[in-house]
């Protein structure tokens, strides 16, 4: 069983260049999210899922859009990459609270 | 608005000690109080999770002890070791994670 599969694992960026990251669960959680952890620092919500179409802001969506075609895959959008955009990105499904993760993706933007 | 408060944000202990971390919640329709653990590098993955049916749940070094009164829950890990050096987040219904703990166990 993968469990949530994050794509890909490290990344750099040009500034102003876009990307999306990939995040696949095989576990039929109808419940995503998107976080993203900057260095020493705690897990913040970009974007988070209920469900397929249906998508709902976090606590920092700015510079960032996502989808949901389909129960298993949630992709994160990175429009005009910006520096303050570098950070470790984790995807997540959850069901009944208890969370699952990916690996996460490393991003710099240079 | 953060749905819990986490404390302390660091805690260094010597090997062999305990680890105490507190949750503090507001809403008490809360039915799942969750412990994660994320080890460097790694991505958080539950530790242990309680209900608020019962008190204290114990898995091996880890005990989550719940306070309804108090709107409090707690993670104690016993005889600490240093692969416990990790960051613990305990995790509202609405999964916004707040800062964590970082726990540093010394050899």
């Known amino acids: 069983n993968a469990g949530v599969t994050q794509t890909p694992k490290f990344r750099i960026l040009k500034i102003g260049q876009s990307m999306t990251l990939q995040c696949t669960q095989d576990?039929?959680?109808?419940?995503m999210y998107w976080y993203r952890q900057d260095p020493g620092m705690g897990l913040k919500l970009i974007y988070y899922s209920v469900g397929a179409g249906i998508t709902d802001k976090g606590e920092v969506p700015n510079g960032y859009n996502v989808s949901r075609s389909t129960t298993e895959d949630f992709p994160l959008r990175l429009e005009l990459a910006a520096p303050s955009q570098t950070s470790v990105y984790f995807c997540?499904?959850?069901?009944?609270?208890?969370?699952?993760f990916g690996q996460g993706t490393r991003l710099t933007v240079v | 608005q953060q749905q819990v408060k986490q404390s302390p944000q660091s805690l260094i202990v010597q090997k062999g000690g305990i680890s105490i971390i507190n949750c503090a919640y507001e809403n008490t329709a809360f039915d799942y109080f969750p412990w994660y653990q994320q080890s460097p590098g790694k991505g958080p993955a539950l530790l242990i999770a309680i209900r608020p049916d019962v008190s204290e749940k114990k898995e091996g070094r880890f005990t989550i002890s719940f306070n309804k009164s108090a709107k409090q829950f707690s993670l104690h890990i016993m005889d600490s070791q240093p692969g416990d050096s990790a960051t613990y987040f305990c995790?509202?219904?609405?999964?916004?994670f707040g800062a964590g703990t970082r726990l540093t166990v010394k050899p």
């Open positions: 995790a509202p219904p609405d999964m916004r």
């Open positions: 997540a499904s959850s069901l009944g609270g208890e969370a699952f």
């Open positions: 576990m039929n959680h109808n419940y």
